[in-house]
């Protein structure tokens, strides 16, 4: 049987963790505002690292809430293991 790790400890709200509600679920994953580099362009943005599990349906544009304020997803990173992905993050304009 292939070693199976639990991830979940990564994502403790007791910890570092953040809840962010996506699609109506709460998902716990670490908020932070790291550099990225998006097709040779290179910034600050916001970041949300979590389980691929809970967000493996996102697609671009989808929107995710965290603190009260809701954030588009223009970028999904996964991180080569199948199992965490960082969702590059901007801030919602308001109408």
């Known amino acids: 049987m292939p070693f ?13 963790a953040t809840i962010a509600i996506y699609k109506n679920n709460r ?4 908020f932070s505002e ?7 362009i290179a910034s ?3 970041l949300f690292t979590c389980a691929l599990t809970d ?8 929107s ?12 999904a990173k996964p991180d ?3 199992s965490i992905i960082t969702l590059v993050l901007e801030k919602m304009l308001c109408n």
Do not use: M, W
């Open 34 to 40: 790291g550099y990225i580099e998006i097709k040779n």
């Open 44 to 46: 600050c943005r916001p």
């Open 4 to 16: 199976q790790e639990n991830i979940a400890v990564f994502f403790n709200t007791d910890d570092f």
């Open 64 to 75: 995710l809430t965290i603190n009260q304020t809701d954030y588009q997803i223009i970028a």
């Open 27 to 30: 998902i716990s994953g670490i």
């Open 55 to 62: 967000v493996k349906e996102a697609i671009l544009q989808d």
């Open 80 to 82: 080569g293991t199948h």
